[in-house]
């Protein structure tokens, strides 16, 4: 069997390929599971930027596996519910930069894993939608939900999770989901230039503060206050470094 999650380090990027191709680059638990072992090790070395992307160019990533879903247990899809809310939610505080490669399809839990990532890069083909609602009277559960609106407003959110339409690469890029557009074939490339160049000029925790900060603004009341006056300090310990 082949390694679900491919994983390559070089110049303090890391390289993460969703390695099932053959099933949509979905994510069953055995690949959730590589995922999660990924990332812990992406922040254990030497790691500023990580980019994730799926094998080939038909997709990004299918979300959960719909053959595996059929034959788990209710115990078992409980619990691969709760292993994808953790390893989404790793993604979105890594103290790594997270971009995401995105090829054609980037639908329902793949683009709940897109969402994840700090920043998105998709080729000129590729797609992206919530069909959960509409067409399975079901609610996306890996976090889509409370990370959508963030990225492009509630009503937009809402469109998207109510219509369940499908969003071009352009359409995706106006509406403020997508950073940039390139042509196919080209998302992996533009995404670890992008990255090789960032690692190379920031620093890891200037990069996990800064990321902190920005999560931290959705935050209402006096821990927020608090971080703030914080930010403050630790920016003028890093004026200092420099």
């Known amino acids: 069997m082949d390694d679900p999650i491919l994983l390559s380090i070089d110049k303090q990027v890391a390289t993460l390929t969703i390695n099932r191709e053959r ?3 979905s994510l069953d638990h055995i690949a959730m599971q590589a995922l999660q072992k990924a990332l812990l090790t992406c922040a ?3 790691v500023t930027v990580m980019v994730i992307h799926g094998a080939g160019k038909a997709s990004f990533c299918a979300g959960d596996d719909v053959k595996a879903y059929a034959e788990r247990s209710r115990q078992e899809s409980t619990r691969h519910h709760e292993r994808g809310l953790e ?6 505080n890594h103290p790594c930069m997270v971009i995401a490669a995105i090829e054609g399809f980037c639908l329902g839990g793949g683009l709940e894993l897109a969402l994840s990532c700090d920043l998105r890069i998709a080729s000129e083909s590729a797609q992206f939608g919530l069909p959960e609602v509409r067409k399975l009277h079901a609610m996306p559960s890996w976090g889509g939900l409370t990370r959508l609106p963030k990225v492009v407003g509630i009503g937009r959110a809402k469109q998207m999770v109510l219509l369940g339409g ?3 690469a352009a359409e995706a890029e106006h509406q403020g989901l997508i950073a940039r557009v390139v042509p196919d074939g ?4 533009e995404a670890t230039a992008l990255a090789t160049e960032y690692a190379a000029a920031v620093p890891r925790d200037v990069v996990t503060f800064a990321k902190r900060a920005v999560d931290q603004s959705f935050v209402a009341g006096a821990s927020s206050t608090h971080f703030m ?3 403050v300090e630790r920016s003028q310990t890093f004026e200092g470094d420099s």
């Not at 080209?186 to 490339?189: K, P, R």
């Open 166 to 168: 499908r969003l071009s």
């Open 44 to 46: 254990d070395e030497d």
């Open 229 to 231: 006056n914080l930010l």
């Open 186 to 189: 080209e998302a992996v490339s």
């Open 23 to 25: 099933r949509r680059n």
């Open 87 to 92: 390893v989404f939610d790793a993604i979105e």
